[in-house]
C-alpha cells in the first residue's frame, strides 16, 4: 500500500512538471494563478448575501472602463481597505516616495501609484468595502458585470480607441490596454451618459461632461497583473507575454519587489467580508439601474467585528477610532458635508458706552463660556475650529490704547510707615 501512494506521488508530481504554465489565451510562459487567503486570518461568509447582478453593475459603472492592468490591481487592493485609508494618508503627506517600502499589499502599492484612484478608494469606504466583499465572494460575476458594462458602452458606440487607449475584442470579451508603452491614462466618465446615450463624437471628441482622460502616469513594474476573461480571473503576469506587457516591457526596470514567483496566488483579504457597511451610502451608485437598492444586503454587512476599524497607531493617537460619528459620514464626499459656522471677525474700534449708564460690575465667577460644536467629519479639517487671523488680533486694539507710563521727574521720597505695637505674648497654657 505504501508503495502504490508512493508511486501515485511521483507521478502526480511529474505531471504537474511537465505542464507548461499557460495564460488566459494560452500563451506559454505565465503562471496560472489563483486567489489565495491572507495568512493568519479568519472570517465568516455563512450569513452574506450575494449581490445581484443589477447591484454588482452599479457599484462597478465607475471603474468598469479601467484599463486592464489598473482594474486587475483595484479588485484585490479593495480588500484591503485599512490599508487603502493608511495608504492615501501617507501618499498625500509623502508623495509616491517609499512606497515600494511600504507593509501594504502588492496590489494597494500598485493602486499607490495613482493617486486619483487611490483617493477615490479612500474617500468612498463604504464603497470599497462593498467592491472587496463582492470581489472575494462573487468574482466571477464581477467580471461577468465588468463586461456587460462595456458591451453597453460599445453598443452606444462609446467604447473607441484613442490615443489613451487601446480596445482589443476577443471573442465576446472587451480589453482595455494602454495605447501608449510609457504612460496610463485613468478616464473619467458620466456612467448616466456612456452606457445609455451616443457620447464619442470622432476625432477624440465628446459630448462635453461625459467623458475624459485624467492626468498620465508611468507605467512601472508594479503592473505586474492582466485579466483572464476566459477564464474570469485575475492573474499574475511576471511581465512576460503579449499585447500591452510585450509593447511596456522595454521601458521598464524590473525589481524583485513586484516580479516574484510569490504573487502567482493573487492574495485577498478574505475579512472584508466581516466588515460593516453603511448601505445607504451605497444607494448613491445607481446611474446604471436607477430603482437598486442594497437593503436586501444590510443585514449581511452589519457585523461589527474587532478588526473592523481601522488599526493604525498614528490614527489612533491623533483620532478617537471608535468615535460613532466617523461612520455617520465615511465614504461621503466633502460637498455633502454641512458647512461650518462663520466666526465673528473682531473689530479695533470698541463701541461708544451709552451715556448715563453706569460701569458693568464684575463678579468673581465668570460666565460659562459657550462651547463650540464642530461638524463631525471622519477624516476632514481640525475639530478646534481655531482661526489663527482672530488669534493674531487678539490684544491688538487694548495695547494699542493703553498709555504709556511717564517717567518722573524727580525721585519720590520713600514713604515710612509706622510700624505697628508688637503684641505681647500669652502666658503658656493660656488663652490670650
Known sequence: ?????????????????????????????????????????T?????????????????????????????????????????IDEAARYVRANGQNGIDEQPWDVSVKAVAYYPEVLYMMADKLDWTTALGQAYVNQSTDVMAATQHLRAMANAEGNLVSTPQQQVVVEGAYFQIWPANPQVLYVPVYDPTVIFFQPAYLGAGGWIGGSFAFGEGFAIGVWLNRDFDWNRHRVFYTGWQGRGWVQRSRPFVRMTNVYVNKRYANITVNRTVINRRVNVTNLDRFSSVHRNVTYNNVARSKTIEKPNDRVNNRIINRNVNSNDPRLDQYRGRDSQTLSPRPSTPQPSNRSAPRPQNQPPPQFSNRSAPRPQYQPTPRAFGRPEGGIDPRISSQRGQSSRGQAPRPSAPSQPAAPSVRPSAPSRPEAPSGRRP
Do not use: H, W
Open 43 to 83: 472570517y465568516d461568509d455563512t450569513s452574506y448575501v450575494p449581490y445581484s447582478p443589477e447591484q454588482l453593475e452599479n457599484l462597478l459603472a465607475p471603474i468598469a472602463l479601467y484599463p486592464d492592468p489598473l482594474l486587475a490591481q483595484v479588485l484585490p487592493a479593495a480588500t484591503f481597505v485599512d490599508q
Open 1 to 41: 500500500m505504501r508503495k502504490i501512494l508512493t508511486v501515485s506521488a511521483v507521478l502526480s508530481l511529474l505531471l504537474l512538471l511537465s505542464a507548461p504554465l499557460l495564460d488566459g489565451a494560452g500563451s506559454p510562459g505565465f503562471y496560472n494563478a489563483g486567489i489565495a487567503l491572507a495568512q493568519d486570518e
